[in-house]
């Protein structure tokens, strides 16, 4: 996993299928996930017009608390949460963003209980959502009501 | 417009007017106004001068003179202009939300307009609905009017506090819509939407895109977020978790395939979409409900006002209609909708064969044709159900009526149906077409036919059209809504008249009793609590504790030392003894609250072992050591603090307070700790915040002085008895019990009626199985020797004529009746009216000769033919009146049995043997009066009301039905709500004259001399003075005279004060 404090979370995952329950959505879909080295699965909403997406892919997750690169010299803003997405989208400073191919951004919103030492992590990107489950070790950077970044590549 | 808002015509405007007092500082203003007369709009009509003369006309000659001559002091009569507070009006006024204040808004045009979300109290549509509006004349009358009648103060009914207005149609269409999953927007096409929920005005705060790379993209839900608080640092937060219309249950409901459970946190939406449970009317879960009582009303009415200027203007751009290709079936959907019909029809014609070779097993008790008919309608009503699911699975998701029946705009899943598959079966009142010609509904249909087509079922849609039989099957069926719906108006209207009438002078006194204007008490505290269902947030509960739990844990500020489970059941006891609450809550609410936090304690205490940490659900060791120490080392310095507990109780507390978890958690895991903290984390200042917030709201529901409970609870059982379709039959459990259910049911009841049509007793068992209930059905229900009978000859021999009756004792067994032949004959020489007496003799074991011995000896063959007829209808045992009765199993799965008995049986039903008189009860309130008595009387009226309109499902608060219970039962009998019932409720001779027969009672009081301390609503309206409700309560002791302007009296500081000024002060 990645050292830089600002990440929270990271792993490839694959695709084991692709709107389980029907598709409802035209432009969305959700995708269960199946994560590569922890034992953590994956409930996504991903806009698939944009990115498109299918079943066997394999793709690296990142789940950051700002699009900052971890070095020094990189613009003060790039620090604060929330204000980030303005100088990504208006600077052409080098950021996280840059690594990745789909990026998002929302908010932990809940907790709940799976199974025994298992918890799943609820975050809603503006009504897309994401359902991680996994052992609580590897879900204990995320803090209820903060906001987060999701970055995805395809590998 | 907002909601509060009404466009008035300008012609209209220059007409009514509103008398302005001038002063110094609108003195320019009003001449302006005075100077452009009545004929052009912000103008005057009138001025009255000052020191009184005539009214002016402010004809072109004496404009100017006037304008000029205007003097601080003189009225004038000015145009209504923007922001002037009317009442607006919409008969029939059925409850008090039918007359409302809003705030004018002078338009051009012709017509009254008004904000659609506000249509629902009023009843109101625009298809030439007519509307009054009046104008309050006085500064009081305005300001009561705006704080009292406003329409942001009547955003929930008083009925049972669930809001009435909100988002209607386009509105929830355009919610429903915009916060589906796949609506995008790009930075220009977000901050245009942004920017058309309001009207410029607004600083608004851009949200980070939720979407930032390949592209940068809000979505639609964004939208709603900047809508429910445009900026970050408003206090506007809205925290919601509430399933909308297309949940359906699922294991993790955030995660509904549908997007169905909606959750807001923090003014957020985190998922879900917004269809009519949460932006509509009637339900408590919905979105501005929640900011209504979170936030106030003023909040909850701007958001629907940013929602209704999104929507037009969303929706205009948009696009939403409907044309013929939304209801053009596709192939597929045609070929199992036939399928499902032709099924459906060969079912019935299986049915039909059955029936006619007697193979059908006939339903406990129906008969054969009735078995027949309520299968197949079974049949074919479950065809339009399935009809409607595959609808709703087959047709697209851009189809527009199915969108419209998703959201819950307009229409539902059976009308898209209609439309697009089948119409379905035609009902007409409560069973399939009736036979109009011989045997046969039209003369089309072969004769005695049941099948589907010839009793009504329409298999086409209206989008295919209706064949000629079919079509007026349709047509008659609808004419009979119409028929219904006109007599249903007047019948209601009557009964709501007499419940007003009835209930008009009930108030609440200062001391929280309420009484009738006599002083005469009904009920020592409103509804048993003094809450006031207007101000109810849960259903019939003042707090919803865990809505409010939920709102602090998001709102609250996150620092502050996390408690332990058991310093959260400490903080809850000691605030729980505050007098805040023990002097103003009830002790059940009290219980309920501490049963809450408990829960929350022992919810953390769990977690945190689950988390490997010390769950601290008692007061551990050192904690209570220190404690120990901390009290023996405290002196007794605060010597006044005397308290009944002794100190150590106290000072346990403080010292556990002081106890820190965080703590005593330091050495534990990083990890433990963070996930115990994301599911659930309590600190001080939110706890505090919490209890204040439940006391808070719970002042806030009490009932006010003065309020008008009894016309409320009036109107609020009269005004959804109007939505109630008029003649309705329920079927209690099994077909053959009928018990009678709508208008006709509540009549009875509030009539007091001595004879109801549908008597049932509803006995509970001492012995729950069901042989042994069958047996004490035996006991009970009435048998009739035709039915214990093999036969009934006439036995004509030299001797004697006379009736042999055998009685088969193979059916008395089966029956598990116990009678014997002994008891069968004297029950046959005691019959009524036939005189038998000692006529009847046993003949063997199972013989009866009936002797007749007429006067006339040659009426003899009469004498026996009469007696033949009537015999069988002799009632040889059991409860005469008990008709029938049937064994019931309660449906919550708890397998208990019950017995109901029909007929006016309840005191033989209490005494029978087997059945357990303490919890067997008539739904005749009459019978339970007078077997059980005026408590139970009232309890039964409460219950039966209640049962009846949540069949209806319609909330109507218990509080309501209290009253009506206590106020039918207070003179220590039934009193119904009729002219004779209201006549001894109340004395008062102009309050009965003004209600009916009015001369009778008017020459009544003449004769008899009769007083009227004129103290009721009605006397003092026709005495034309205050009547005592509401603001009426309290009188000014000080005679004032409002025409005289104040004399301008020196202040204790001006110059020239001196000794005499300062005393006349």
Known sequence: ?155 | MRIDEVAVPERVARVLTYPERVTEHNIERLRALVQRGPDTHPGANYVQAAGGGPKRFLIRAVREQTARGLRVGDVVERHLHDGDVVLFNRQPSLHRLSIMAHSARVMPWRTFRFNECVCAPYNADFDGDEMNLHVPQTEEARVEARELLGVTRNLVTPRNGEPIIGATQDFVTTAFLLTQKERFYDRAAFVQLVAACFDADAHVDLPPPCIVKPRCLWSGKQVVGVLLRPRRTDPLCVNIEAPTKSYRRVPVPDLCPRDGFLVIRNSEIMCGILDKAVVGDGKKTSVFFAALHDHGPTAAAALMNRLAKLSARWSANHGFSIGLSDVTPGARLCARKDDLIADAYARCDELIAQSRRGALETLPGCDAAETLENTISGVLSQVRDSAGALCMEELGRYNAPLIMATCGSKGSTSNVCQMVACVGQQIISGCRVRDGFTDRSLPHFPKRSRSPEAKGFVASSFFTGLSPTEFIFHAASGREGLVDAAVKTAETGYMQRRLVKAFEDLRVHYDSSVRNSAGTVVQFEYGGDSLDPYCLEGDARPVLFVHNWRHICNTADPGGNRLAPFQITRVAAAALAEPRFVRWTTAHWRAELSEFLAALAAGLAKLRTAYGLVSYAECPAEAAADAKTGSTARPKARGRRVRAQPSTATDLDISAMSWSLDAADANTPLFARRVVDNKLRVTRPMLDAFLDLCIRKYQRSRVDPGTAVGAIGAQSIGEPTTQMTLKAFHFAGVASMNVSMGVPRIKEIINAAKKISTPVVSCALLNNNVSSARIVKGRIERTLLGEIARCIEEVYSATACYLSVEIDMEVINLLQLELSMAAIREAIANAPKLKIGSNVHIRGTNCLDVFVSPKDPSQLYYALQTLKRALPLIVVHGVPEAHRSAILQSEDGSGQLSLSVEGYSLREAMTTDGIDGRHTFSNHIMDNLRFLGIEAARTMTIRELSSIFDKYGIGLDIRHLMLLGDLMSYKGEILGITRYGIAKMNDSVMMLASFEKTTDHLFDAAVFGKRDMVHGVSERIIMGQQMPVGTGVFKLLMDYDRDVPPTPRKLLFDESSSRKAVATI
């Open chain 1, 1 to 155: 996993m990645d050292k830089r404090e600002n990440i929270l979370f990271s792993d490839t995952f694959a695709v084991k299928d692709m709107d389980k329950g029907g598709k409802k959505f035209d432009r969305i879909s959700r995708l269960d996930g199946r994560s590569q080295t922890h034992d953590m699965s994956l409930i996504l909403d991903v806009n698939t017009e944009l990115y498109p997406v299918e079943a066997g892919d394999k793709f690296k997750l990142t789940l950051s608390s700002s699009l900052s690169l971890g070095d020094s010299k990189e613009p003060a803003a790039f620090r604060k949460g929330e204000a980030n997405w303005r100088a990504y989208v208006n600077g052409d400073e080098r950021s996280l963003a840059d690594d990745y191919d789909y990026v998002m951004f929302g908010r932990v919103y809940r907790y709940d209980n799976a199974s025994g030492s298992k918890v799943s992590a609820f975050v809603s990107f503006g009504g897309l959502l994401m359902c991680l489950e996994g052992d609580i070790r590897h879900l204990q950077n995320f803090i209820v009501g903060d906001t987060i970044y999701l970055l995805m590549r395809k590998i």
